[in-house]
């Protein structure tokens, strides 16, 4: 009789990030967090060890089965990431990383004054996590990204991220999706070498993030279960 493996072991990242801009003020976004809250919920439901690393929302995960590791700025979620991806089976990451920071400059005060000319805050990029993880994955681990793209270039634009970050699945949703309690997704894979992305699947319309939690890890389960992962072998 062989073993039964245990269940997957899930990563998933959720809401915005707080970049400092001085040690009172932050740039931020207007990602609630509540899609990932719910995909962490629908994974405990299912069994699969599940650990959340949310950003700083308001909301919160109060569903004691999962592990959920608060942070609060890009390079706090990183230094996460660096413990928790080569752990995981299947990394989902949800969380609305900033593309830019303030630079902030040494010896630069804790609170900027208020002056009579104007501040100028210098951005710098941030690091592509999801690409730097997909860079060192190992083998068999499904890695899932998000892209908030405006309706009318979604698909392309998804289609180059996926390209670009190396992962299996983008989740592609329209900019109406953040801080709503609904979504309308189209998952991304890529296509044959050379060939165009394909649609591995898409959401009837606009659905409730919870349902829209249990329609995403159906098509998870069935990869997870196809790359010989734990969830072949669970009863
Ligand atoms: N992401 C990331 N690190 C960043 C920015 C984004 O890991 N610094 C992840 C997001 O969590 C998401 C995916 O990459 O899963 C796409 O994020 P998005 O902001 O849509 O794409 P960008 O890489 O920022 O590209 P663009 O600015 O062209 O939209």
Same mark, same amino acid.
């Given at each position: 009789?062989?073993? %039964?493996?245990?269940p @997957?072991?899930? $990563? %998933?990242?959720?809401?915005?990030?707080?970049?400092?801009?001085?040690? =009172?003020?932050?740039?931020?976004?207007?990602?609630?967090? /509540?899609?990932?809250?719910?995909?962490?919920?629908?994974a405990?439901? /299912?069994?699969?060890?599940? $650990?959340?690393?949310?950003?700083?929302?308001?909301l919160?995960?109060?569903?004691?089965?999962?592990?959920?590791?608060r942070?609060?700025?890009?390079?706090?979620?990183?230094?996460?990431?660096?413990? &928790?991806?080569? /752990? $995981?089976? $299947?990394?989902i990451m949800?969380?609305?990383?900033?593309?830019?920071?303030?630079? /902030? #400059? @040494?010896?630069?005060? =804790?609170?900027?004054?208020?002056? #009579?000319?104007?501040?100028?805050?210098?951005?710098?990029p941030?690091?592509?996590?999801?690409?730097?993880?997909? !860079?060192?994955?190992?083998?068999? &681990?499904?890695?899932?990204?998000?892209?908030?793209?405006?309706? *009318?270039?979604?698909?392309e634009? !998804?289609?180059? #991220?996926?390209?670009?970050?190396?992962?299996?699945?983008?989740?592609?949703n329209?900019? *109406?999706?953040?801080?709503?309690? &609904? %979504?309308?997704?189209?998952?991304? *894979?890529?296509?044959? +070498?050379?060939?165009?992305?394909?649609?591995?699947?898409?959401? +009837?319309?606009?659905?409730? #993030?919870?349902y829209?939690?249990?329609?995403?890890?159906?098509?998870?389960? =069935?990869?997870?279960?196809?790359?010989?992962?734990?969830?072949?072998?669970?009863v």
């Amino acid at each position: 009789m062989s073993p %039964i493996a245990p269940p @997957p072991r899930l $990563c %998933i990242t959720a809401g915005p990030t707080h970049e400092p801009i001085d040690g =009172v003020r932050y740039l931020a976004n207007r990602s609630s967090g /509540r899609l990932g809250i719910a995909i962490a919920q629908a994974a405990a439901d /299912r069994g699969w060890r599940t $650990c959340l690393l949310l950003g700083p929302t308001p909301l919160r995960c109060s569903d004691t089965r999962v592990e959920t590791i608060r942070f609060s700025s890009t390079s706090d979620l990183e230094a996460l990431l660096a413990d &928790q991806a080569p /752990r $995981c089976d $299947c990394l989902i990451m949800a969380a609305a990383v900033a593309d830019y920071r303030p630079l /902030r #400059k @040494p010896g630069a005060p =804790v609170k900027h004054r208020r002056m #009579k000319q104007n501040w100028i805050l210098e951005l710098e990029p941030t690091p592509d996590l999801l690409a730097h993880v997909a !860079a060192g994955r190992r083998p068999g &681990q499904l890695l899932v990204g998000f892209a908030l793209e405006p309706r *009318e270039t979604m698909l392309e634009a !998804a289609g180059a #991220k996926l390209a670009r970050k190396g992962v299996d699945l983008i989740v592609a949703n329209p900019l *109406e999706t953040m801080d709503s309690d &609904q %979504i309308e997704a189209t998952l991304l *894979e890529p296509g044959k +070498p050379g060939a165009d992305p394909v649609v591995a699947g898409s959401t +009837p319309g606009k659905i409730t #993030k919870t349902y829209f939690a249990i329609w995403l890890l159906d098509h998870l389960s =069935v990869r997870l279960a196809g790359a010989g992962g734990s969830e072949s072998h669970r009863v």
